[in-house]
């Protein structure tokens, strides 16, 4: 338990360069300039996706130095394909230019522009340049990837402690094989029912860890952690999709008849009820996608909102209880890490559940 509070302090502590930095920028280097410290924009900077993984960072104004790994930028506008990393757009002008074609670089997106980096807004100030069509290979890409290794890793070595003469489980396996059978036992089986369950078992299983284990890289604030993977609506719509596919693709005889013709039912409720389980279909993957999303991003807000308490007060006496109310957040994180992951899973398994279901039961 120590250990898990230190790491947790050490994560915390890391959290303050970041906010520091965003705050010596916000005072643009004037000495007695009274604007206050704005927390969205460290948060925004946080819960967003990027084309570049940043490292570390020291110092302030022209002294300040930034570690950072710029990712591969792939573009293809007006028939073009344009290739190259992060680090080509102006560190202050935030332009690039390949092939003949300028872009801008803008809040993690990127806009057509000219050599000058002209831009155009609408009246609430938003820019309404046109967009390139982007495949970059973003923080979030490298994050998914980052877990498919290590999702990979563990159950290659936990199955190959299966083979030969059975041995009882340690290491890896002895921590993770209760999860699995939890899973499988109460959580597949339970929903599903013995006799049909096995098919769906490597996905679900596969859902859980993948969702558990990038919840859990997303709370590591430093790199290469940090990305607010599962957080992004995206990735949720993804996976939301996905068991939309297998539940509905598997669905039974019953399970179509009952949600399309509504038998024994009066013919004047059938007008309600019928369009009612037809957009029951899309409700549930949307309140999947939304839920999942909208938790983690949550979390990991409140979390910095919490270390920005000590730049917005600017009050040393306020830095113990922001750090501890920190701390606290952060051991409750880890919980709906897991959570979370179990949620997506159980709600899968029972939608697929009530439709391979036959009639009879």
């Known amino acids: 338990m120590k250990r898990v509070l230190g790491i947790i302090l050490f994560s915390l502590i890391s959290l303050l360069p970041v906010a520091a930095s965003e705050h010596s920028e916000a005072k643009g280097g004037e000495e007695n300039n009274t604007e206050k410290f704005d927390p969205t924009v460290v948060i925004e900077h ?13 110092g302030e104004g022209e002294d300040k130095v930034d570690i950072e790994i710029p990712l591969p930028i792939i573009l293809i506008n007006e028939g073009k394909f344009h290739f190259f990393l992060y680090s080509r757009f102006d560190h202050h002008t935030q332009i ?17 522009t000219d050599a000058k980096g002209t831009i155009t807004e609408d009246e609430n100030g938003h820019l309404i340049n046109t967009k390139p069509w982007d495949f970059s290979l973003t923080k979030n890409v490298w994050s998914m990837w980052l877990s498919i290794v290590i999702l990979l890793w563990l159950f290659i070595s936990i199955a190959k402690k299966y083979n030969g003469s059975p041995k009882r489980p340690h290491g890896v396996q002895s921590f993770f094989e209760p999860i699995i059978l939890f899973i499988k036992d109460d959580i597949i089986v339970d929903q599903i029912g013995k006799e049909k369950a096995y098919k769906f078992v490597p996905y679900l299983l596969t859902l859980f860890f993948f969702i558990w284990i990038n919840n859990m890289i997303g709370l590591v604030p430093f790199f290469p952690g940090g990305s607010n993977f599962t957080g992004n609506i995206s990735v949720t719509m993804v996976l939301a999709i996905i068991t939309f596919l297998v539940t509905n693709i598997n669905g039974s005889k019953s399970y179509w008849k009952h949600t399309l013709l509504a038998p024994g039912i009066p013919s004047v409720v059938k007008i309600i009820l019928i369009p009612v389980e037809i957009i029951g279909l899309f409700t549930k993957p949307f309140a999947l996608m939304i839920r999942l999303m ?16 000590i730049f917005i007060l600017q009050n040393v006496w306020v830095s113990p209880a922001s750090i501890a109310l920190s701390v606290v957040m952060s051991i409750l994180e880890l919980f709906v890490a897991l959570l979370q992951a179990y949620i997506f899973t159980l709600l899968s398994a029972l939608f697929i559940g009530m439709a391979v279901q036959s009639e009879e039961h």
């Open 46 to 58: 946080h819960i967003s996706n990027a084309h570049v993984w940043h490292v570390v960072s020291w």
């Open 96 to 112: 690039a230019e390949d092939n003949g074609s300028y872009f801008l670089y803008h809040h993690g997106t990127i806009y057509n």
């Open 294 to 309: 909208a938790n983690i991003t949550a979390g990991h807000i409140i979390i910095i909102s919490l270390v920005s308490l």
